[in-house]
């Protein structure tokens, strides 16, 4: 299996402030078939069901707001909400869609300072 | 507009089999390169892949589940069903099922479904 590892488990940011998310995968996630990595990134508010925000890595799904950026290839990824709003606030999972079994991240949970 | 929504028990016993209905609409089960998934969540805790169909009807399963677990779709009704034998209290969860396309994660979730598992 490949073993999605988040840090930290959780973070408090000031609004307005960065927010920085990282992920690492036991192995790379990147085909070579089409040089794309197989990394996603949900975010979960309480009492929701995970929104995607980002795939292949760094392509922002439709209608995310373009604060959230995600960059990384092989085995280290990391997800950057340039500026904190409340809304933000929510449990951020990395998802790696390459092999079988699909794994996810034990989740950063983004509180407001 | 792709929707996909939950449904099914939300108390079983320990040792009876768990089927959770998945009815979504907004595309087909028929079409080249679709997929419904299910995944889990334990109360407070972190989102668990449990398996999925494809269009073709190719299955893939949690290998820690596999032997519990069953996927099929019925793609007249836009359902897709999926049943887990012999529940444990530690198979208390919100089940979802999702939509993905081929080389894509997924995109469009059900709300979710919490099944407690107790006696």
């Known amino acids: 299996d490949i073993v999605m590892t988040q840090s930290p488990d959780s973070l408090a940011v000031s609004l307005g402030e960065r927010a920085t998310i990282k992920c690492t995968s036991s192995?790379?996630?990147?085909?070579?078939?089409?040089?794309?990595?197989?990394l996603a990134w949900y975010q979960q508010k309480p009492g929701q069901s995970p929104k995607l925000l980002i795939y292949?890595?760094?392509t922002r799904e439709s209608g995310v707001p373009d604060r959230f950026s995600g960059s990384g290839s092989g085995t280290d990824f990391t997800l950057t909400i340039s500026s904190l709003q409340a809304e933000d606030v929510a449990v951020y999972y990395c998802?790696?869609?390459?092999?079988?079994?699909?794994?996810f991240g034990q989740g950063t949970k983004v509180e407001v300072k | 507009q792709i929707t996909l929504r939950e449904s099914g028990p939300t108390q079983i016993k320990p040792t009876e089999t768990l089927t959770v209905t998945c009815t979504f609409s907004?595309?087909?089960?028929?079409?080249?390169?679709?997929?419904v998934g299910w995944i889990r969540q334990p109360p407070g805790k972190a989102l668990e892949w449990l398996g999925h169909?494809?269009?073709?009807?190719?299955?893939r399963y949690s290998p820690s589940l596999e032997n519990r677990l069953t996927i099929t779709k019925d793609t007249a009704k836009n359902q897709v069903v999926l049943t887990m034998t012999n529940v444990d209290p530690a198979d208390t969860a919100t089940y979802f099922c999702?939509?993905?396309?081929?080389?894509?994660?997924?995109?469009?979730w059900g709300q979710g479904i919490l099944v407690t598992v107790s006696t």
């Open positions: 999702a939509h993905r396309q081929t080389g894509r994660p997924f995109d469009s």
């Open positions: 907004g595309f087909s089960l028929t079409t080249n390169g679709v997929g």
């Open positions: 169909i494809y269009w073709d009807d190719d299955k």
């Open positions: 192995r790379s996630i990147l085909s070579t078939s089409n040089n794309k990595n197989y």
């Open positions: 292949w890595a760094s």
């Open positions: 998802h790696q869609h390459y092999g079988t079994p699909r794994t």
